[in-house]
């Protein structure tokens, strides 16, 4: 995926489009970009910071990955599955 490879450093941008299934049954095209990376992290990162991460699940298992190889310890992420 686009972002997963923004955030292993590989681009310095993503652009995705995917579709949401929405709870009244519709679906929804849905259109991101944006640009991501391990040096947008690095500053953020202290012994107190608590992560909340929700998405899909390439990107929850991905970004916990990565911001334990940045000293997060896993016990302050915590992580929901879309």
């Known amino acids: ?30 259109h991101a970009r944006g640009r991501t990376g391990t040096e947008h992290l690095e500053g953020l990162i202290t012994p107190d910071t608590l992560s909340f991460i929700c998405g899909p699940p390439a990107m929850v298992t991905e970004l916990p990955r990565t911001l334990v190889s940045l000293g997060l310890s896993r016990d302050r992420i915590r992580t929901e599955h879309w």
């Open 1 to 30: 995926m686009a972002w997963q490879r923004a955030l292993k450093g590989e681009t310095a941008e993503y652009e995705c489009e995917f579709r949401a299934h929405r709870l009244d049954g519709d679906w929804k095209w849905l």
